[in-house]
């Protein structure tokens, strides 16, 4: 599923990828099962799961293990992401809304309760002002 050679992937076709993802993850204490499919520049895709663990702190969610997935080998520019929580609709958490904005600001944001009924949003409307490196130069 990693790796997908083409680049205008469709919106539904990704969002497959994520509800499929799903079945890897690990999610004994929500039972909430998230999947995630990013789509670099280039035409990869790198999917994720959420990644529970008991300490509770040590959860990972399913868009950031997609993103560190990418940037481990190499990716960092990305167009989109779908993303599905038990099969439906599951919108970014606020930590992976920045995460992604680290290396992708203007990122395609797409979940829905079914692949015909996918919303596809901005990151950038999804998190006004997020923060950047450039932030901190206020001289
Ligand atoms: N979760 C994600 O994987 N992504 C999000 O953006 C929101 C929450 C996971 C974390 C936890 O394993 C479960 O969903 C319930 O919060």
Same mark, same amino acid.
């Given at each position: 599923m990693d790796?997908? +050679?083409?680049? *205008?992937? +469709?919106?539904?076709? %990704? &969002?497959?990828? =994520?509800v499929e =993802?799903?079945? /890897?993850?690990y999610?004994?204490?929500s039972?909430?099962?998230v999947? =995630?499919?990013?789509?670099s520049?280039?035409?990869k895709?790198f999917t994720? @799961? /959420?990644v529970? *663990? +008991? +300490? %509770?702190?040590?959860?990972?969610?399913a868009?950031?293990t997609a993103?560190t997935? =990418?940037v481990s080998e190499g990716?960092?520019?990305?167009?989109k992401?779908a993303i599905?929580g038990?099969g439906?609709e599951?919108w970014?958490c606020?930590?992976c809304r920045? &995460?992604?904005?680290?290396f992708a600001? !203007?990122?395609? @944001?797409?979940t829905?309760? !079914?692949e015909?009924?996918?919303?596809d949003?901005s %990151?950038g !409307?999804a998190?006004?002002?997020? &923060?950047? %490196?450039?932030s901190?130069d /206020?001289?």
């Open positions: 790796n997908n +050679s083409e680049t *205008n992937i +469709s919106n539904k076709e %990704l &969002f497959r990828m =994520a =993802a799903e079945k /890897n993850s999610a004994p204490f039972n909430f099962h999947g =995630a499919a990013l789509l520049k280039d035409g895709v994720g @799961v /959420n529970e *663990n +008991s +300490s %509770l702190g040590g959860t990972i969610c868009e950031r993103c997935k =990418a990716t960092r520019e990305f167009t992401i599905s038990n439906g599951a970014p606020g930590i920045q &995460f992604l904005y680290e600001p !203007d990122i395609r @944001v797409i829905g309760p !079914d015909d009924h996918l919303m949003m %990151l !409307d998190l006004p002002h997020g &923060f950047r %490196l450039e901190c /206020n001289e």
